[in-house]
């Protein structure tokens, strides 16, 4: 079953602009962390917030997690057209077992 | 650092096939993992593996489907008799640790006529 559900589902934008993406999920966690993936290629990861923490930056990206909307949301600052891929976010149960991921959000960035 | 390595890229079968997806992974990494990724399901685990000794493997779809880790560094997929609806994309992803994020092959691109 999923857990984080990502909206929206697809997002376009031009270069420069923000993109803002966000993750709803729905039992309790021990972190959440976000994917990349380009076309035909596996999913790389871009940054881990655990659930103590509020929000986290790396580089362009800023994580935001509020533990009682149970929803997080990643922000691309100043967008690039490499930036164009799919976006999941994923959750870690307790015991941090097994990641859990979301459908995903389709980023497209036009020059 | 290789990264993980999954073979084949590509593999088209017929139904009532065999198909085995092989996987390497990231020396070190004490956790590998089976993803099914497809359009209607999104990304669906398969089948945990911690330390090649399987943990979960309540999303296995059913008994066509079965996984093994020999050794830390090797571990295949096995889908008997294939069926169109095995259709999908198929990745092994691997961790070094419970709190460490996953490092993604690039996929098996399975297709079953």
């Known amino acids: 079953s999923q857990q984080g559900e990502e909206d929206p589902q697809a997002l376009s934008i031009q270069e420069g602009e923000n993109a803002t993406m966000n993750c709803s999920y729905k039992?309790?966690?021990?972190?959440l962390q976000w994917y990349r993936q380009n076309s035909g290629r596996g999913l790389v990861h871009l940054i881990l917030i655990r659930s103590n923490e509020r929000e986290k930056h790396s580089g362009r990206l800023r994580v935001t997690l509020d533990t009682s909307k149970k929803s997080s949301s990643l922000l691309i600052t100043a967008s690039r057209a490499a930036d164009t891929a799919s976006y999941f976010c994923?959750?870690?149960?307790?015991?941090?077992?097994?990641?859990?991921f979301g459908k995903g959000t389709m980023l497209l960035v036009s020059p | 650092d290789a990264g993980v390595i999954q073979s084949p890229r590509h593999e088209v079968t017929e139904m009532g096939q065999e198909v085995t997806l092989r996987c390497k992974p990231i020396?070190?990494?004490?956790?590998l993992f089976w993803y099914r990724q497809t359009m209607m399901r999104g990304l669906e685990l398969l089948i945990y593996?911690?330390?090649?000794?399987?943990?979960?493997d309540s999303g296995m779809p059913e008994d066509r489907f079965s996984a093994k880790m020999p050794n830390a560094s090797f571990s295949t997929l096995k889908i008997q008799p294939s069926e169109p609806r095995d259709s999908a994309v198929y990745f092994c992803a691997s961790r070094p640790d419970r709190r460490s994020p996953l490092h993604f092959g690039n996929g098996t691109r399975l297709t079953v006529t």
């Open positions: 039992t309790s966690i021990n972190n």
């Open positions: 994923a959750t870690s149960n307790s015991g941090y077992s097994t990641l859990t």
């Open positions: 020396s070190g990494h004490n956790s």
């Open positions: 593996f911690n330390n090649n000794v399987p943990i979960d």
